[in-house]
């Protein structure tokens, strides 16, 4: 069945880096679009960033020119690479899979989605 892992959280301090990894199995990797998304205490799940099966990339504009969304079809993996964090990007960072290879920040277009990951931003 489809699954993801969601790995790379942590306590960073502002201004600091993370890099999120999301390794996929259970499904042809390589013809979806994968997104990344947060959920903060009290807010509503929102997308951060996702990436089609021909590379293309959308952001948000609350992480535009900080965050950098890459995927590796040999793997089966989707990275965040998340540079001069902020504390507003404290949340739980969730991978989903998109029903097809088109990009979206939509959560209602995600069928699959991973456990989470924490990440808090915190001096």
């Known amino acids: 069945q489809v699954q993801f892992v969601e790995s790379g959280g942590g306590l960073v301090q502002p201004g600091g880096s993370l890099r999120l990894s999301c390794a996929a199995s259970?499904?042809?990797?390589?013809?979806?679009?994968i997104g990344w998304f947060r959920q903060a205490p009290g807010k509503e799940r929102e997308g951060v960033s996702s990436?089609?099966?021909?590379?293309?990339?959308i952001y948000s504009d609350s992480v535009k020119g900080r965050f950098t969304i890459s995927r590796d079809n040999a793997e089966n993996t989707v990275y965040l690479q998340m540079n001069s964090l902020k504390p507003e990007d404290t949340a739980v960072y969730y991978c989903?899979?998109?029903?097809?290879?088109?990009?979206?920040?939509?959560?209602?277009?995600?069928?699959?989605w991973g456990q989470g990951t924490q990440v808090t931003v915190s001096s």
């Open positions: 989903a899979r998109a029903f097809n290879g088109v990009y979206s920040l939509q959560t209602d277009q995600y069928d699959h």
């Open positions: 259970g499904f042809a990797f390589p013809y979806y679009a």
């Open positions: 990436i089609s099966s021909s590379d293309g990339r």
